[in-house]
């Protein structure tokens, strides 16, 4: 279900869950992720019917995919376990499996994903920093980006130095977590420290801040470590980065985005990012977007930033995907 969330096929998934009935698409449910949740749910509530081929061509798709698939261990978790300590030992296992099990130990945590950034915001304002960026790195970045603007400026500055300069969580601050969030934060008596974090971390958050808000944040940040504030400009992949891009990964970005968030955007893109995306379209799609820019009046700032925003995002899915590499602000570059 998880992986045909990600592949677009929200209206299929939702077709299947209401087939299945409310008890067992309540299961499903329970394995899936807040965001995951909160699009099925608004692809199941915008249905109101569905033609009968359509219901039978989903579950016929659901039938042949699940044929194809099978349980190969029963707990994964502890077949890791196993087959690490096996390979490398005690000790060396132990560092691999805190890495890549790190998820199981901040359930308290992860309850906050399901919150809205707003509450999440109102039950953090008063902590101090270091706790407040202990805990918004564990969440997505968009989340923790939209919780950082509902902070006032000094405070949201203050939060992002200490996200920019952690290099780890170690046990006793998980453990102050419990006792600040009581019920809400729970898990911190793991014995290493997780990697989170840190520089790109930062950067990422930053990223979705947008316009004025970046602009502050990093001025905050410049004055206080020079060095610091450079590094995390180096992992920041702007919108007026896109023009980096190879003609392949414009093209694949070209595939995802709707005409409408594409014009938006470009109102505030330069000619020559305007013109890479031109070369990398049909000759009448390049011609018909550039009669959209000409013909569309004066758009909000907040409108501009917003659209391009979300295209970021997207080109940031892309990057995970493989579909496309990215190179931030400075010499180097992720994927």
Do not use: C
Not at 20 to 38: D, N, S, T, Y
Not at 175 to 192: F, P, T
Not at 279 to 286: E, G, L, P, V, Y
């Amino acid at each position: 279900m998880s992986a045909a969330l990600e592949e677009g096929g929200l209206e299929d998934a939702a077709i299947l869950l209401m087939s299945l009935g409310e008890e067992e698409a309540a299961q499903v449910f329970r394995h899936l992720e807040p965001k995951q949740v909160q699009r099925l749910g608004e692809t199941i509530a915008k249905m109101r019917s569905v033609p009968r081929d359509k219901v039978e061509g989903v579950l016929q798709k659901f039938s042949s995919v699940a044929a194809a698939q099978s349980i190969l261990v029963p707990d994964t978790d502890e077949y890791v376990r196993s087959v690490l300590k096996k390979a490398l030992g005690d000790d060396k296992a132990n560092l691999l499996i805190d890495r890549i099990l790190q998820g199981n130990d901040v359930s308290g945590i992860e309850s906050l994903k399901w919150m809205d950034a707003a509450s999440v915001a109102e039950l953090l304002r008063n902590e101090h920093p270091q706790i407040v960026a202990a805990i918004l790195v564990h969440l997505d970045h968009d989340q923790a980006g939209t919780v950082l603007k509902s902070f006032p400026e000094r405070q949201r500055n203050e939060v992002l130095v200490r996200i920019a300069t952690l290099d780890g969580i170690q046990p006793s601050a998980l453990k102050d977590l419990n006792e600040v969030m009581g019920r809400i934060l729970a898990g911190g008596d793991r014995q290493r420290k997780a990697s989170l974090g840190g520089v790109k971390t930062a950067a990422e958050i930053i990223n979705l801040l947008g316009g004025a808000v970046e602009t502050s944040v990093l001025d905050f940040i410049r004055e206080a470590d020079n060095e610091l504030a450079q590094k995390i400009m180096d992992n920041m992949f702007t919108f007026d980065d896109l023009d980096k891009l190879d003609d392949k990964g414009i093209q694949a970005l070209m595939k995802e985005v709707q005409s409408e968030s594409l014009v938006v955007a470009l109102k505030g893109a330069s000619a020559g990012l305007r013109d890479k995306i031109f070369k990398n379209m049909s000759t009448r799609a390049a011609e018909t977007l550039r009669e959209d820019l000409e013909s569309r009046g004066p758009v909000r700032l907040s409108e501009v930033e917003s659209e391009q925003k979300e295209m970021l995002k997207i080109v940031r899915r892309l990057a995970d995907e493989g579909q496309i590499v990215l190179s931030g602000g400075g010499d180097g570059g992720f994927v």
